[in-house]
């Protein structure tokens, strides 16, 4: 037994990585598994995948426990995710202030990064708010399509374009160099997720999962999650 087996949420990725020193000297355990589409990461818990926590959406773990992979006792809330814009950490911040300078954005934009548009909290949004703005179909070309956030930050960091923009979540805007938080979406057009910890119903070590809830949720940790962008709030 060497390192706690996770499946969560990309949002997630670098509140966990800050916290993963501290859990070690706690433990003795690393911090092991994958982060990505909350829908992929679920699907993965219910193919077998060996798992002893899992990071989810609120409305996701819930369904989880419902089909009885995850120990509804153990369910906590780490904090509210806002889905935001991000730029190029060299380009200037985009001014967005309500739904009309939203589309004006997307629409100047010649490379749209997004995460999965079906199975990733943030893309399901993106894909709803381009139809809400009634511009789906003109920018469909210039999205930048990839299996998370972090991944489609990556890929904006390094982009050539002329005047790239990204949408995903802001703890994974926050956590990857190159890139910068330009700002939440607009009132009408806003997200904010909550997500949620819960020790799965296979765990091999479900006292260490516990205790990473605990870590994560802790009032002594609060600066931890502000900093990686949790927001604090109540379902």
Partial sequence: MSALNILSGGAAQGLVGSLAPKFKAMTSLDIAGEFGAVGAMADK??????TDIVILTAALVARLAEEKLVVP????????????????????????TDAATLRAAFLASDAIFVPDTKASTAGIHVAKVLGQLGIADEV??????????????????????????????????ISTEGVTLSGSLPRGCDLATMYTAGVTTQAANTRQAQALIDLL???????????????????
């Fill in 45 to 50: 818990l219910r193919n077998g995948m060996p």
């Fill in 140 to 173: 469909a070309a210039r999205l930048k399509i990839f299996p998370n956030g972090a991944t489609a930050m990556r890929h904006l960091a390094a982009s050539d374009a002329a005047k790239p923009l990204g949408c995903t979540q802001s703890t994974e805007i």
């Fill in 217 to 235: 949720i802790g009032a002594d940790q609060q600066e931890a999650r502000t900093r990686a962008g949790f927001l604090s709030g109540a379902r």
């Fill in 73 to 96: 006792s153990s369910i906590s809330d780490v904090g509210l995710v806002e889905t935001a814009l991000a730029v190029r950490g060299r380009d200037p911040k985009v001014e967005v």
